[in-house]
Structures are given as structure tokens and as C-alpha cells.
């Protein structure tokens, strides 16, 4: 019966019933009167056999309200026997697509966007490039003070990033600033799923529902490129990485969507795992660091970048895990970042916590490379876990 041609009217069948007995009328209430008799009598036909073949089914779902269309089975449950039915009448939603919802957004953008001026900058006699990398934000994470000794949400994830980066802003007056780097994504999002799971399907600990902090975290980096632009021409570069593989990527597109129709922001947001920007006489790569290993990102660097030879200085920045790392590897210097972000409840109670919170940033001179680390600490105040009632 389901291949017939009539099924495409079984949800209204199954309203009908509720409230029409005649085979013939609930046919004609269907068909209107644009109708044959012919297909009333055809229609009428299906309706009956649809009552005869699903009655059992019709029954139980009549009787605890609910529609048969939306219950894949059914138990059958009496003193003696316990029998599972499996529905026919079930009709499965349409899986919702992450990747049609990234595209639909981005087209929307592209029809509204906002329009910016273009900023003359004044020029600069020995100027720099200032990275600004806001790494592991977790936008969405909960740590709750009473179990971990700090606390930390979406809000705090905000304040943190804004008050990070106008700190380095303000640490570097004294340097001429040329060109910005701005390093995004890197768990900028702490859950890639309505099931606050990452992208692997660990569960997290969250604030908010995913859809939130997605807007939370577009807003921010609007923000952040916003403050930045004034002072220098700004690229900002994404990382992919494993809490939210899949939202960070769709976020890095809106933000670039976003901007599109400014002139003083350029993008590199496409889905490699590794990126390279080029200053003068710095080759600066940066990744997560949840991949290739720390000693192969040398390597990697010397084939993948064309700028490998015309650079003396070569730099890679890796994020992933929230504290600090600095090591010299075959002439690169590899860096891991420290996160701003607080101690969950997993990550307590494993031990992974007391590293300094922080949002760094670098300082790099045309000529004579990496002059500057620049970090904005964060303090933290722990809880009494004495408490008195």
C-alpha cells in the first residue's frame, strides 16, 4: 500500500478517521471537487484497506494520541507477553544537513552585507607585524567553580578575548604596527553537534545551545577584526580543530562572508590544516596541533610554503594544549599557545589544570624576525571550597 499512489495522502486519512466514518466522504473531503468519481471510488477503495491492514496500529496510536507517522514501532504489552511492533505506517524526517544550513547562511550574507569604508593607514618607518592569537577559546564550555576551583561560559569567554586582545593592543603602543595576523578557529567553538558533542562525539560539559554560542562566536570575531582594522591592514588566518571540525570551518566562511566588502581585511579560511602567511623575512605557519607531529612541521613547512628559501626567520604556531611550549626544531621555532579558556570538570579531575590563562601575541620585524612575545594574563580567583551551612 505504500507504493501506491494514494499514500501521499495518509496523514490526512489518519486526521480524517478521527472525526468521519464514511470511506466515501473522508475520499471526497481529500479530493475536494477537482475529483472524478472514478477517483473517489479509487481513493474510498485505498482508504478502507488502510483502515483493515493498520487497525491494531491505528488503535494504540488513537488511544495515547500520537500521530502513526511519527512512531517507528510499538509495544504490545499485556500480563503474559511483552511483543514489539514495528510501525508501517512510520515516516522517517528528512536528516537536517549542517553543510546545506553553511551554504543557505552564506548566501544569505552575501545579499546583506555591511559596508565599510576603506582606511588610509599613515606610513610607517620601522614598522612590525603583530600576530594576535586567540587560541582554544571554547565558546559554549561550563566549568563550575564549587567542583573545579574556577568559573567559565560563554560570557566569560567573550570578556576574556576582548580584554586579551585591547591588552596586547595597548602593550605594543610603543612598536610601529604595518600589517596585523589574525589566527582564528583553534576551538574557537566547544561542541560540534545539537548533541554537545565534539566533532568525534566526545560529550561536553556546556553553556547554551550550540546555535548561540555560533552567533556568540560570530560576533566576537566581528568585534576583534573590527578593533583590529584601525590600527593596520589585517589577514586573518583559520586553523581547524577537533572540538567543532565542521562549525569552526562554517563560522571562519560567515566571518569572511561577512567582510567581504572591506578592503583592509583579507582571509586565508579555506579547510587546510596547516597556513603559512609571509612578512618580509618571516615565514610564519600555524596550525592546531592536534595532527602532525612537532617534529615534522619543519618538514612540512620546507615543502609546503614557497616562501621557505626567501625567509630567514621561520615560525609555527600550534594551539591544542593550553599550555605553554617553545621549542627550536631544524630552524623553525614551534610554539604552542596558552588558552584562555577554564578547567572542566574531565580536565580537574585528570589533572590537567594550574598552566597560566592567557591570550598571546608577536611582535616581527621586517629584517630581524620574532622581537617580541606579548602575553595578557588572566586572573583567576578560586573559590573557598570551605563552606559553611
Not at 515516516?91 to 555591511?114: Q, R, W
Not at 590537567?352 to 620574532?370: D, M, R, T, V
Amino acid at each position: 500500500m505504500s507504493n501506491s499512489k494514494w499514500s501521499q495522502y495518509d496523514s490526512e486519512i489518519f486526521e480524517l478517521i478521527q472525526s468521519i466514518e464514511s470511506d466515501t466522504e473522508i475520499a471526497k473531503t481529500i479530493l475536494k471537487t477537482k475529483s472524478t468519481k472514478s477517483d473517489v471510488d479509487l481513493l474510498r477503495t485505498y482508504v478502507k484497506r488502510y483502515k483493515q491492514k493498520n487497525k491494531g496500529i491505528l488503535d494504540a496510536c488513537t488511544n495515547v494520541g500520537i500521530s502513526p507517522e511519527s512512531t517507528p514501532m510499538l509495544w504490545l504489552k499485556t500480563k503474559n507477553e511483552s511483543v514489539r511492533v514495528t510501525n508501517p505506517l512510520y515516516k522517517a524526517p528528512k536528516e537536517f544537513s549542517f553543510e546545506t544550513l553553511a551554504k543557505e547562511v552564506i548566501e544569505d550574507l552575501k545579499n546583506y552585507v555591511p559596508k565599510y569604508n576603506k582606511i588610509v593607514y599613515e606610513d610607517k618607518k620601522d614598522a612590525h607585524l603583530l600576530v594576535i592569537d586567540p587560541a582554544d577559546i571554547h565558546i559554549g564550555k561550563l566549568c563550575s567553580a564549587f567542583e573545579v576551583g574556577e568559573s567559565y561560559n560563554n560570557q566569560i569567554a567573550v570578556q576574556r578575548v576582548l580584554q586579551g586582545v585591547k591588552g596586547i593592543l595597548n602593550k605594543v603602543k610603543g612598536f610601529e604596527i604595518d600589517q596585523i595576523n589574525l589566527i582564528i578557529g583553534n576551538d574557537i567553538l566547544h561542541i560540534d553537534s545539537p548533541k554537545r558533542q565534539t566533532t568525534s562525539g566526545t560529550p561536553q560539559d556546556t553553556d547554551g545551545m550550540w546555535h548561540t554560542n555560533f552567533i556568540i562566536a560570530k560576533k566576537l570575531y566581528v568585534d576583534v577584526i573590527e578593533i583590529l582594522m584601525q590600527i593596520a591592514p589585517t589577514h586573518v588566518t583559520y586553523n581547524p580543530s577537533n572540538h567543532d571540525y565542521t562549525h569552526g570551518f562554517f563560522l571562519a566562511q560567515v566571518i569572511e562572508t561577512h567582510f567581504r566588502n572591506c578592503e583592509n581585511v583579507t582571509f586565508n579560511v579555506d579547510i587546510a590544516h596547516r597556513k603559512y602567511y609571509t612578512y618580509f623575512n618571516n615565514l610564519i605557519g600555524s596550525t592546531h596541533g592536534d595532527g602532525a607531529r612537532t617534529e615534522n612541521l619543519a618538514l612540512l613547512m620546507a615543502h609546503e610554503s614557497d616562501s621557505w628559501q626567501s625567509c630567514k626567520h621561520k615560525y609555527f604556531y600550534t594551539h591544542h594544549l593550553h599550555h605553554k611550549v617553545s621549542k627550536d626544531v631544524m630552524g623553525v621555532c614551534v610554539e604552542t599557545l596558552r588558552s584562555p579558556s577554564g578547567t572542566d570538570s574531565w580536565h580537574h579531575r585528570n589533572g590537567y589544570q594550574h598552566a597560566p590563562k592567557a591570550i598571546e601575541g608577536f611582535l616581527h620585524h621586517k629584517i630581524n624576525g620574532q622581537i617580541a612575545r606579548i602575553t595578557h594574563l588572566f586572573s583567576l580567583f578560586i573559590l573557598c571550597t570551605n563552606l559553611f551551612f
